[in-house]
């Protein structure tokens, strides 16, 4: 059974993995907290979204009158444009529907829409809501959906996981305000980055929260017996499997508060005098070999005095505060040219190779490098380079 499940989950894609409602709500807190009144009158669509499943249409709908919005819609994916391993059963409230087709509910997509009290009870809830059958399958990249994502004022979801760099220039192409999740890795992707060196998108909340891993819940047909954390079953019976992801973070373009705190930072002496990490404390900063910016391997050891470019690890977009600092580039293969890091050079290479040095680094590459303070040649791992604001 586990060996079962655990072939099923690789070949599926991982893009069956559902939001829990308790992150979502933490993560929608902020932006309520920054403008209470972010949502009102807003037309939000959530477009990998079937109510069966996912806590962001529940979410909504719950919050519908609270947040004053005016119109949302959640747009799912057809049953057969899903991995096979993915069962479905129509939920009772659609197959008792006179709309019910034992055909379409497989192939198409669906939208469901709240905009009012349909029922006249009084409240605007799950009751109120409207569905039917999309033309196509709901893919996010149709005719159709693109029409809706024009409609909406916020795009709001958790896309499928191996289309994220797609779906990331179907948002920004919207114009649209969004808020969706992704990898910590994107950051650094060529299509992203970018927009978060510039301000245009920046990262979301949940980073201090479980160190930034995610807790999702996965149905039983996929789920990976060996990652499974927790097995919960829902009110009709369906058995939840919960999984742990790690590197997972909200990619946005709403202003929240925590984006404007300003990193508390000690002098570069200061650091060498006091810092808590024992690279630093009596040593110092390593200037790299190839790229004039020093080498500042933890966050709360950036220096509030240091006037040129630093190179930080990528989790510095969790405390990224725009008023703060400014973002040179990054090192990435394809955009370290750009920003002027040199080739790492034969010299370094022998160094390299003569300390023991294994891994496939060829002269002509552009990774940062340094000397570090015992004489080893090192490269560092994924950095933003970033400078200090100039008032
Ligand atoms: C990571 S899951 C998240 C679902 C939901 N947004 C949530 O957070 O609970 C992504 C969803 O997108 C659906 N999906 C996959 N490819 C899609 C596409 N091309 N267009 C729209 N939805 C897609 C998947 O079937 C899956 O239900």
Redesign the pocket.
């Known amino acids: 059974m586990a060996n079962i499940n655990l072939k099923n989950a690789k070949s599926s894609k991982n ?5 829990q409602y308790n992150d979502i709500q933490s993560e929608i807190n902020a932006y309520i907290d920054f403008n209470p009144n972010v949502f009102k009158d807003k037309t939000i669509l ?5 109510p069966e ?4 249409t529940k979410f909504f709908i719950n919050n519908f009158e609270r947040y004053g919005l005016k119109k949302l819609i959640s747009t799912s ?1 057809a049953p057969n444009s ?1 991995p096979k391993e993915i069962s479905y059963q129509p939920t009772l409230f659609e197959s008792i529907d006179p709309r019910f087709d034992e055909n379409k509910t497989l192939e198409k997509g669906k939208i469901f829409v709240l905009t009012k009290d349909e029922n006249n009870d009084g409240k605007i809830d799950e009751k109120d809501l409207k569905w039917n059958y999309l033309e196509g399958d ?4 149709s005719e159709e959906v693109k029409l809706l994502r024009n409609e909406a004022d916020f795009i709001i ?5 191996s ?1 994220f760099r797609e779906f990331f220039n179907w948002l920004v192409e919207s114009e649209k305000q969004f808020l969706v ?1 992704g990898n910590m890795n994107a950051v650094s992707y060529n299509e992203i980055f970018p927009y978060l060196r510039n301000n245009k998108v920046w990262l979301g909340n949940n980073c201090d929260k479980n160190g930034g891993a995610m807790f999702y819940e996965i149905p039983e047909s996929i789920a990976n017996l060996e990652q499974v954390r927790e097995v919960k079953e829902t009110k009709d019976g369906k058995k939840v499997y919960i999984t742990r992801v790690q590197g997972v973070r909200w990619f946005t373009n709403i202003e929240h508060g925590k984006r404007h705190e300003k990193l508390k930072l000690m002098t570069e002496a200061d650091n060498i005098k006091f810092s808590r990490h024992k690279e630093i404390k009596d040593k110092g900063y390593l200037h790299y070999n190839n790229f004039d910016a020093i080498d500042v391997p933890f966050l709360d050891a950036i220096p509030s005095d240091y006037k040129g470019v630093m190179g930080v690890p990528r989790s510095f977009f969790d405390k990224y505060n725009p008023e703060q600092f400014e973002i040179v580039g990054t090192d990435t293969k394809e955009q370290s040219a750009e920003i002027g890091i040199q080739p790492i050079g034969e010299e370094w290479v022998r160094k390299y190779k003569e300390a023991g040095g294994t891994g496939h680094i060829t002269a002509n590459m552009r990774n940062l490098s340094y000397i570090d303070f015992d004489g080893i040649p090192k490269t560092p791992y994924a950095r933003i380079l970033i400078k200090h604001k100039e008032n």
């Open positions: 893009d069956e993995f559902y939001t959530l477009p990998c979204d079937d499943w996912s806590n962001f994916y899903k709901g893919d996010f990249r979801t958790n896309p499928p996981f289309l999740i």
